[in-house]
Structures are given as C-alpha cells and as structure tokens.
T-cell receptor, first 116, second 111 residues
Framework: DTEVTQTPKHLVMGMTNKKSLKCEQH?????MYWYKQKAKKPPELMFV???????INESVPSRFSPECPNSSLLNLHLHALQPEDSALYLC???????????????FGPGTRLLVL | TQLLEQSPQFLSIQEGENLTVYCNSS?????LQWYRQEPGEGPVLLVT?????EVKKLKRLTFQFGDARKDSSLHITAAQPGDTGLYLC???????????FGTGTRLTVIP
C-alpha cells in the first residue's frame, strides 16, 4: 500500500474562517511533508515533520499551523487566510526525512483550497 | 533561480510520436525522481534513479540519470493520449531534508 490520503478534496473558506486539512498514511513512514502548489507551477515545500517533530518550516506565515498528532497523521490548520493562499495543498510522506539519501516521497491527491 | 530546469516547458505532439524531456542542474543529486501529475491531482511517482549513468525502463518510458548525477532525461516512445500531463523531475541534494522540484514539462498528446 503506497497510499497517502487527504481530506477534504476541495475546500472553500472565507478570510475569517478556521479550517483544517488532514493527511494520513499507513506505510510506516516517519517523515511527512506539506507542499503548496499554485496553478502551472511545481510544488513548493512548506513544512517537514520527522518522527513527529517539525524539522523544517520554509518561512511559512503563521496563519498556516501544522500539527503531527502521531506518525500516521498530519494536519494543517488554517486561520485568517488571504485569497492569494488559494492553491492545491499536497501532503507527502517518505520512509524517513533525515538524512535523505534516496528516499522517495509519495504524494496524496491534494486539497484544492479557495479563499474568498 | 531554479535548482532544476526542465525543457521543454510545453510540448504538444501527435499520438505515436517519440519525445524526450530534459532535467538539468549544476548541482549534484543523491537521487532523482520523476513524477507525472494530472490537473487537480497529486504527483504520481514514476521512477527513482540513484546511480550515475543508470537507465530505467517503464514500458514505453525510459529514464536516464547523467553520469555526473546532475541531469536526467525521460524518453517516451510512441506517445499515447494517456501520457498527457505535467512531468516533474525532483532531486535530493546530499545532506538536505527535502526534495527540489524542477520547473515542469506540460505534455499534450493529441489523438
């Protein structure tokens, strides 16, 4: 099973709303990632969790708050987003995060977010 | 500046034609992966190459990792409409904790 699942598939929210994105994998991977992808652009890394601890935050604004409750789950809490935050949010996992030598990342289908 | 540059950026070809997509960098990578992504979906892994000079085949797709591990190519033989999508290369820099994505090649195969 090489599946990473993400919910919801689509999300529309206002700038004052609070919402959460969820990602789950049962491959025993100990590294999980959040990426943001704008239309016609490659994915951009946001956060890396390694063994349930945040190891990389790519200078992401605090209105995005990640959480890793256990090794299978990764959440992204959203609050007071801006319209320019509208994008496809991708979750990925790999066997481990550090050091990465040949680790393959497996991606979920993404959550398409629209901020009004 | 992008760490990984892909060319061409866009490619539109007829069904049955062959094509090659290139992924180039001035950096050395521990490994390089190729993904295909369809609109509104996450990238799907096609292959991981690790050894310089390595060639891997996946049905009609042939992947090559450069001898110096700075570049890679993807060759598709007899393209089919189902090959349509965004092709992304992504490299792992030694000692880094993340994957650097290429600029992407958007392929359209016309029936």
């Amino acid at each position: 099973d090489t599946e990473v699942t993400q919910t919801p598939k689509h999300l529309v929210m206002g700038m004052t709303n609070k919402k959460s994105l969820k990602c789950e994998q049962h491959m025993g991977h100990r590294a999980m990632y959040w990426y943001k992808q704008k239309a016609k652009k490659p994915p951009e890394l946001m956060f890396v969790y390694s063994y349930e601890k945040l190891s990389i935050n790519e200078s992401v604004p605090s209105r995005f708050s990640p959480e890793c409750p256990n090794s299978s789950l990764l959440n992204l809490h959203l609050h007071a987003l801006q319209p320019e935050d509208s994008a496809l949010y991708l979750c990925a996992s790999s066997l481990k995060a550090h050091p990465i030598l040949i680790e393959t990342q497996y991606f979920g289908p993404g959550t398409r977010l629209l901020v009004l | 500046t992008q760490l990984l540059e892909q060319s061409p950026q866009f490619l539109s070809i007829q069904e049955g034609e062959n094509l090659t997509v290139y992924c180039n960098s001035s950096s050395v990578f521990s490994s390089l992966q190729w993904y295909r992504q369809e609109p509104g979906e996450g990238p799907v892994l096609l292959v991981t190459v690790v050894t310089g000079g390595e060639v891997k085949k996946l049905k009609r797709l042939t992947f090559q990792f450069g001898d110096a591990r700075k570049d890679s190519s993807l060759h598709i033989t007899a393209a089919q409409p189902g090959d349509t999508g965004l092709y992304l290369c992504a490299g792992v820099v030694p000692g880094a904790n993340n994957l650097f994505f290429g600029t992407g090649t958007r392929l359209t195969v016309i029936p």
